[in-house]
């Protein structure tokens, strides 16, 4: 940590701040510079709460050089995280995995075709909500057990286990009897009680990144899942909120390649939620694989014009075939 | 709802979707243009799902004339709503109410004396958080109900209702045993399992602005809390987030007087948040008066240099009496 | 300056860090700490472009302390600057100064009309484009020199100063020779060669803060101004660019007592372009001068129907002359 | 256009509406809606000012259908523009072009150097400021003429082309008397005054994407340079201004496909300043082929540690070659 202090800021303020520095339990080392005095705080074993310093008199600023995170941090875990899905392995060095499947559970007939389909055309794992958290109260709001009912029929007929999205702390139990992964959703990223209680399971976790997340934030996040004990967690990115409208969100993906440096975890991405555009889909989707993504989740609806949701994001069957066979040739280039 | 077709959209595709327009239920009013044609949807009650004419061939973009709520319009209730606690009331037309307290309860001294101070300096309300959303799982998170405990033993010794905030559904009734409003953060705006918590409560909700909420979005929020059946939500601006650092985050005054439009729900304006930086706090606290807030939730703290969370951004009980001279005259110079 | 080095970063990396440090002329100050080390950089007299450092081997980032302007900062100037246009002053403790007319100058009629109409109502100054910068070249670009000469006409006429935009380098002398205040529109802001011609001349500068300028940008480019011998800045908040749509851009009030802060220069602010909406502008309006505005920008039409651009968010003349007599009593009130 | 009224906007007020429309030459079709009317506008050719309607009142908001580009639009002209360089083609369905150099001419040698050095490995064009827009006056400002010089120089012992940037309308024809293909910056993607004059020239024109703008700003700038004659126009995506701070911008590189979609000139991706951080620029130069981009430009220094602007951008000489060899390959890949 360096406090910055004021350019004008007297010996007696500098002194001060030394003090309550050492009175955290820290040491000082003050930095004269030409136009004002900087204050390095030594000895601190991670991220300090700058609260207490920056209201001292004299305190222009605090620069942080410690991180909220230290779980999910390369520095202290150099060695990449696999995580595990019934026989399935996600993480650098593995082969990327494709989650496919539509928005939502709509009911038994679309969601055993398109598992069986997805299946058919390669997909690694089934993908679909049934709790679905939307705008406004007006729209489908999600089959809820019901359709955890027919995604776990869906996964025993096509052999695909599935991830599916949990929204609340209390529903995380009945989720997780059901569902292979359970995936928090970006407005839920910073649900703070929802994440404790899914670090309290045994199961592995799909966090998606916020609209209007930091990397440092997104980090920090999943900090709160390990911390309770479950190292399980994949991350996801799946496009920021910006100025720009022509698409529905601006997908980040030189996240890819930084998360990968500043943490161990997995990092699939979502191109289809990114784009909110059907064809942009296959084109991020290959994308974010060169960039070094771990895999994608991919919306695919049998009937994209009768969704209930998010249909014109939705891959038609065939068209996610067809993706499927291109990004195989991808990954096989990228391999050899 | 206007549904653009391509440039080179076929008769065969128009046709198509009137077709689709009218299985909807609704009738289609083509609009031909010299670029492109332009169909008009009539007879919708409400916002319409655009997904399954989205996915239709032909279709550039559906560009949407409703809106994702209606129990918050104005349009469908002109009146202003104004909420009561404790025999304050809280809305347009009423006198600015004065939300007072520190971030965090962090002792019954701490709690006990900044209540009674804001209470003498002319607050009409106290607010601290028992439950504290933090970026990262290492810092404090709050007393939880031991909080709310100091907090009701400080309303009772100050004569103040309190404002408390809630992040989980399964805590509203706890939360709501002892508070007179229930704040929702600005993290939580999206957390819809909990807005429908709360809308099934007899006690107001007071609802922060997510970090990256459009006026849609946080009207859609509050949509859901009336739709399960409680109107008395009071909505509060805090600052969205932006690329300007300089500030925790960018106040958006321009919101106060354009939710008067569309709404009849009451706002007020946190300035403490939205800033971050305490001397920013008086201008924007005026500044918010003037553009027509209902109200204000200030951070105090008898000692902010110990404080152990957001300290830089809290006022000192010093400060805080000074600030409400100034504001006690500016609703006077208002009022005449 | 800070070096922030590795986790991982060696004896050797950090010895090769300080004798880079020392090239450049500076001493350096190591700072261990528990997770990795810093460097702390000593003997700067300002900004040190970082890049030689941020090169080198180990090194995580640099932090700056130092910023990239200094003329414009209050640190180094602590006396209010205050800009004198036709015995008019302007700048901190003086009464804000309205400068007020359409967005362009359309016609010998409308101009005059306009200025006449403004000073009636008590305008200090006369506003209105003659070159207009626009999204797309198919809309109108302004009269250029003709509507100079009107802009000049209607001044003479109506005894108000007037303020222009000016678009390129070559123009500055022919704007300069009408004008009073030569004005930089947002789009413009980092138009570096526009800010240096503008530096050689000795008339004021209008500087509009850009559409995603940080507020050390913004400072940054007045520094321009100064660095060429031009003190006379005028800085003006006219709204940024966010996700937020439901207004043309969100109007950034903090930034009023922050600059004040940082800076010695005076600053207005334009509620017109920054909400866009004709009934967002009076409010604002007065926000901005509680929250310590030193003037304001203001479109007025006197037929905003017929406007040929901007017409939705001109006031109409008695709308303006309406607010003139409220912001009359506020100025009272605040000098109170 | 389509004019959406208020919900309690009467007969009267929609006829006035109707009868305005047909003033400016259109006609309008009313859309009654069971919420609000809504006014189609036929007949325009073109992108209309929305100004005069949006004043009339019962005017809620005016949504545009056709766009404020032309030229540019792929509606208008559906095959590729392929822009020639020196025997080089640029466009859909050539082999991407690499355009590689330093930020800055900083010497001869360091110019001769890494011309050869890049042609070496490959590079099709050379590229460097002579010009530098940089944040503060007090930075490296390029070399201006001198450094037109030696990259002529560089250029014809290379026998590569090159791409530098040109910042005011009046050293146009300076920088086109050396240069092979002249760039607009991001920070002068609205400076029309430049456009315009880079419009009547005869050299192809790289404009980069501002850091906020959106695709249809973008793509309105293009059409300036089209409006004026001159169609050799190369669009450039190099980042937007986000709240992330972890990189230096954020590449939005779905804007590949979009603007395919959208337009029919070509589009390079520079992930250099995109990412700020050389470790991240070769995945998203591989991730841009991948998307579409018809090109890449890379910062290429041949000693980062001592650039005068940029370093921790640039590749290294040995970093650049290996990059080369991997697209390459990626090329070949793409092509099969």
Known sequence: MLIVMNHNAGKKQIEAIIKAVERMGFSAAPIPGSERTAIGVLGNKGYVDDTTVLALPGVKEVIHVSKPYKLVSRDFHPKNTIVK??????????????????????????????????????????????????????????????????????????????????????????????????QVGARNMQNFELLRELGKIKKPVLLKRG??????????????????????????????????????????????????????????????????????????AKAALVAGADGLMLEVHPDPEKALSDGPQSLTLPGFEKLMKELDRLVTFLDS
């Open 211 to 284: 609209m209007s997340a930091t990397i440092e934030e997104f980090l920090a996040a999943a900090e709160y899942i390990l911390a309770e004990g479950n190292s399980a967690v994949i991350l996801c990115e799946r496009g920021i909120r910006t100025f720009e409208t022509a698409t529905r969100n601006t997908l980040d993906l030189a996240v890819i390649p930084l998360i990968k440096e500043l943490s161990h975890l997995p990092i699939i991405v979502d191109p289809s939620h990114a784009t909110g555009r059907r064809n942009l889909v296959p084109p991020m």
């Open 85 to 182: 899905v019934a026989g399935i392995e996600i993480g650098a060095g593995k082969r990327p995995v494709i989650m496919a499947g539509p928005c939502a559970v709509e009911s038994e007939a679309q969601i055993l075709k398109t598992a069986r389909s997805v299946k058919a055309a390669g997909a690694d794992m089934l993908r679909a909500g049934a709790f679905k958290p939307r705008t406004g109260p007006h729209s489908f709001q999600g089959m809820r057990e019901e359709g955890l009912k027919l995604l776990a029929l869906a996964s025993r007929d096509s052999g695909l286990p599935f991830v599916t999205e949990v929204m609340s702390p209390d529903t995380v139990g009945m989720v997780a009897d059901y569902a292979d992964v359970l």
